[in-house]
């Protein structure tokens, strides 16, 4: 599996990918191949409106949250972010 994040799946050849897929316990996999769905969505979307493919799989991503989720997310990130004075 040494391939890096698991971002990175999504741009194997189909062979490899489902040898990958194989060798993952199936409590995971059903999580990566959501994720490969998402992925392509957003690489359809992406071309069709001109965006970055990434950017849109995060958008996509935090859709599937919850607003309560999201609202804790960005405070926590907001947080870390360094206050600019003007």
Same mark, same amino acid.
């Given at each position: 599996?040494? +391939?890096?994040?698991? /971002?990175?799946?999504? #741009? ?7 040898? &990958?897929?194989?060798? $993952? *316990? *199936? &409590? ?5 191949? +959501? ?5 392509? &969505? ?7 409106? /001109?965006?970055?493919? /990434?950017? %849109?799989?995060? %958008? ?5 949250? #919850?607003?309560? &989720?999201?609202? +804790?997310?960005?405070?926590?990130? /907001? +947080?870390?972010?360094?206050? $600019? #004075?003007?």
């Amino acid at each position: 599996m040494g +391939r890096g994040p698991v /971002g990175a799946w999504y #741009s194997l050849p189909v062979d490899e990918l489902e040898a &990958e897929l194989a060798a $993952i *316990p *199936p &409590e995971h996999r059903e999580e990566i191949e +959501r994720r490969l769905v998402l992925r392509q &969505e957003a690489r359809l979307i992406a071309v069709r409106i /001109g965006a970055d493919e /990434g950017d %849109v799989f995060h %958008v996509l991503r935090n859709l599937q949250l #919850s607003p309560t &989720e999201r609202l +804790r997310r960005g405070l926590i990130h /907001g +947080r870390r972010r360094p206050r $600019i #004075s003007q």
